[in-house]
């Protein structure tokens, strides 16, 4: 399994029109791609701003490929995501999954 990252900053003023964006439209688009298997969105406040740490998982590179296109390194970030963000990387990084942990988030 292939994890990909990618990091972006919202104003207070718009970090929650990122999260509905992503939550809401984003992600339960990715639920319909094949290899796609899970997505995480980690929120966190940092210097005024409201920075967001987007992680999905997906089968394989070549599932990455069918949604990023060619050039897996570049971000993929929709024009509304856009509007939402102050900053956003530009690239987006995989890593090998070595380890996972199901537990309830219901803690």
């Not at 409201?50 to 070549?62: A, G, I, Q, Y």
């Not at 990455?64 to 390194?73: K, N, P, Q, T, V």
């Amino acid at each position: 399994m292939i994890a990909r990252l990618w990091k972006g900053r919202a104003s207070a003023t718009k970090a929650d029109a990122y999260f509905q964006h992503a939550t809401e439209t984003v992600f339960p688009a990715l639920r319909a791609l094949p290899g796609h298997r899970g997505a995480w969105l980690l929120r966190r406040d940092l210097d005024g701003q409201v920075e967001f740490l987007v992680l999905t998982l997906w089968d394989s590179l070549d599932a990455i490929r069918a949604f990023a296109g060619g050039d897996l390194s570049v971000a993929v970030v929709e024009p509304e995501g856009r509007a939402a963000l102050e900053t956003f990387d530009d690239f987006a990084s995989h890593y090998d999954v070595a380890f996972g942990s199901s537990e309830s988030l219901s803690r």
